[in-house]
């Protein structure tokens, strides 16, 4: 089993729509969670942190549910520029900043 | 702040010679770590280092690659001999401990 797994989609959805990710972790001790994103032939970049409480940046809402080792990731109101792969990413528990990647999930956002 | 610097953006080899990349981290980053990207694998951790010191290299695929960091400014990643089943992108990210990574453009190496 991967240590981080996420659906690959592709999700196409229209502007406008409201879209979902999820991603399921492997190891119950992971204490740091976030969500990058990486456009075609690019570098990932971070989009946000992931924590406990849930937490939202403008038409991103990232939520987290320890008991399920479960992570999600909302999109309001999508742009034609949110269109790129979506990576969760969890530590590997036992210090030194060690980040695992899922495969990531992409997303097609037409007019 | 210039990020992290990779060089080189492309790197096309013959199978057999010996590819060095290159990585700057952000100043005052004390984790680096070099990943590889491909289709069929995603990204895969190779290795990374704390305060210069490697702290695991369980992902480097072979004795083929080695990585070194000889100061808090400078590391190379080194394939010898390189092989067509090595070409990826090969990122370089650096990490102000806590933090999510910040990552480098990539190297493009093409191994023919």
């Known amino acids: 089993r991967k240590e981080v797994e996420q659906d690959p989609g592709p999700f196409n959805v229209p502007e406008g729509a409201t879209v979902a990710f999820n991603c399921t972790y492997s190891?119950?001790?992971?204490?740091?969670f976030f969500w990058y994103r990486q456009d075609c032939r690019k570098e990932p970049k971070l989009l946000m942190s992931?924590?406990?409480s849930g937490n939202e940046d403008g038409r991103f809402t990232a939520q987290l549910n320890r008991a399920s080792q479960y992570i999600s990731l909302l999109i309001r109101d999508s742009k034609l520029s949110d269109s790129a792969t979506y990576l969760c990413?969890?530590?590997?528990?036992?210090?030194?900043?060690?980040?695992?990647f899922g495969a990531g999930t992409r997303l097609a956002v037409h007019p | 702040d210039a990020g992290v610097i990779q060089s080189p953006r492309h790197e096309v080899t013959e199978m057999g010679q010996e590819v060095t990349l290159r990585c700057k981290p952000i100043?005052?980053?004390?984790?680096l770590f070099w990943y590889r990207q491909t289709m069929m694998r995603g990204l895969e951790l190779l290795i990374y280092?704390?305060?210069?010191?490697?702290?695991?290299d369980s992902g480097m695929p072979e004795d083929r690659f080695s990585a070194k960091m000889p100061n808090a400014s400078f590391s190379t990643l080194k394939i010898q001999p390189s092989e067509p089943r090595d070409s990826a992108v090969y990122f370089c990210?650096?990490?102000?401990?806590?933090?999510?990574?910040?990552f480098g453009s990539g190297t493009r190496l093409t191994v023919v």
């Open positions: 990210a650096s990490r102000p401990g806590g933090h999510g990574y910040t």
């Open positions: 190891n119950s001790a992971s204490q740091s």
């Open positions: 992931v924590y406990s």
């Open positions: 990413v969890v530590d590997r528990a036992g210090g030194y900043n060690k980040l695992i």
């Open positions: 100043s005052g980053h004390n984790s």
């Open positions: 280092f704390n305060n210069n010191v490697p702290i695991d």
